[in-house]
């Protein structure tokens, strides 16, 4: 039996959700901006129609923008993600088995279902579905491997006369498209690879197809034979049915404005840590190395540069917030220099634990507080019901070193009072 995989790719995904409440917006060129409201992170179709170019600085367009009429949005991440968790719980209900890739793409494990379903009929009944209960609308590309499933998913972006879905079992469509195609495009190629295979006389997806697997190990590397072995329709990689457990959380944010003063600096670090502590305890692990990070502004030819970064391994693993930030807080002691105009800070937690699974330090009582685990329980309810926030009182409550947001849209699906009104 061969195997079917389908990748479902939403398509210029953080901007369609700030257009999907704006209705005003649907052919207007709309751009979503990086933290601080930086440099461009997201384009419309007619965005790119105007060549703007993704990571450009918005001080570099601006001239664009007014005469464009460009619309420009800060990073909204609560309403990406929600908009993301419904397209994903759509596809949960259809498929038999899926991977969540990104915030904005899922492999779909199809396999067998082509002897019930003729299989393009139902990619076309997946996009339909997903563009009618969302808004959001998606291309499907549907192929025997994953990597050939990526490239029918550009396809079916690129060329509209697909209907945005793509189906690429037979073996002849799958060499007319791989012959249409630069190898850059291939999945896992990138342009520092595909300089090297272009020096080989390796410049299309066929050319790579057709070379020799054993030949490609030798110069280059098993991942990417086995790419090699995906565009022949040899399914080398696998469906991932769990999500891998996570080595590291960082949470860091450059600053609204420079800070100086450390009790400052000390708030920025409590927020971090909060947030970090938070995932941390949603991944069921507890964590015994703690790391923070602080920097000055790199190009500002008045301040004069300071980075620098601490780790401190605790005693006792733990995912509490108060021992985590007590932690954190002694790095930083150590970090901070006075008279510096700090840009951005950051914390990492790294070493992680099951619960009840680690080697306790036979020298040392177990320092684990009384009551850690229901404490925290309750803190992570009471933020996820949102219907009430509660944090430590480190992190402050006026926080003028913020990220920038000046263009920041509603949080339309996770906020009462930011539901959009119809009148």
Same mark, same amino acid.
């Given at each position: ?40 992170? =997201?384009? *419309? ?67 067998? /279902? ?64 791989? =012959? ?24 299309? $997806? ?61 708030? =920025? ?6 947030? $970090? ?8 692990? /507890? ?106 009182? =480190? ?21 009462? *009072? ?6």
């Amino acid at each position: 039996m061969s195997s079917i995989f389908a990748l479902v790719d939403c398509n210029n995904f953080y901007a369609s959700c700030e257009k999907l409440f704006r209705p005003d917006l649907k052919h207007r060129p709309v751009v979503v901006l990086s933290n601080n409201d930086g440099c461009v992170v =997201a384009r *419309s179709k007619e965005a790119k129609a105007l060549g703007i170019k993704m990571g450009v600085p918005v001080f570099q367009i601006r001239d664009q923008i007014e005469q464009h009429n460009i619309v420009c949005f800060s990073s909204n991440y609560a309403l990406y993600a929600d908009l993301s968790q419904r397209v994903m719980s759509l596809l949960e209900e259809e498929a038999p088995y899926v991977e969540i890739y990104s915030i904005d793409e899922a492999f779909l494990d199809l396999t067998g /279902l082509d002897g019930c379903v003729d299989i393009l009929s139902f990619g076309q009944h997946l996009k339909a579905k997903v563009d009618q209960c969302t808004g959001i609308t998606v291309g499907v590309g549907i192929a025997p491997t994953k990597t050939l499933a990526k490239l029918a998913n550009h396809a079916a972006k690129t060329y509209p006369a697909t209907g945005s879905v793509v189906n690429l079992m037979e073996r002849d469509r799958q060499r007319r498209l791989l =012959a249409l195609l630069d190898v850059s495009d291939v999945w896992g190629v990138g342009r520092r690879l595909s300089k090297r295979l272009y020096e080989r006389g390796i410049y299309t $997806a066929l050319d790579l197809a057709d070379a020799n697997s054993k030949v490609i190990r030798s110069e280059f590397s098993v991942v990417l034979e086995r790419t090699v072995q995906e565009l022949n329709g040899v399914s080398c990689i696998a469906l991932e049915d769990a999500v891998p457990v996570k080595q590291q959380i960082v949470c860091s944010r450059s600053f609204g404005t420079r800070i100086i003063e450390k009790e400052a600096l000390k708030e =920025a670090i409590a927020k971090y840590m909060g947030r $970090a502590a938070e995932k941390l305890r949603s991944e069921q692990r /507890l964590a015994r190395v703690v790391q923070v990070f602080i920097r000055t502004g790199a190009f500002n030819p008045n301040d004069t540069y300071y980075t620098n970064a601490l780790t401190i391994e605790l005693s006792h693993p733990t995912n509490d917030s108060r021992d985590l930030l007590k932690a954190a807080y002694e790095v930083l002691e150590k970090l901070y220099r006075p008279g510096y105009r700090y840009a951005k800070a950051g914390v990492m937690l790294t070493d992680f634990y099951e619960h009840h699974a680690y080697q306790q330090d036979m020298f040392q009582a177990d320092p684990v507080r009384k009551g850690s685990k229901a404490l925290m329980e309750v803190i992570d309810n009471i933020n996820h019901s949102r219907l009430g926030k509660v944090f430590l009182a =480190a992190q402050g409550t006026s926080t003028p070193w913020s990220m920038k947001r000046e263009h920041l849209s509603p949080a339309y699906t996770t906020q009462w *009072s930011d539901l959009p009104i119809v009148r």
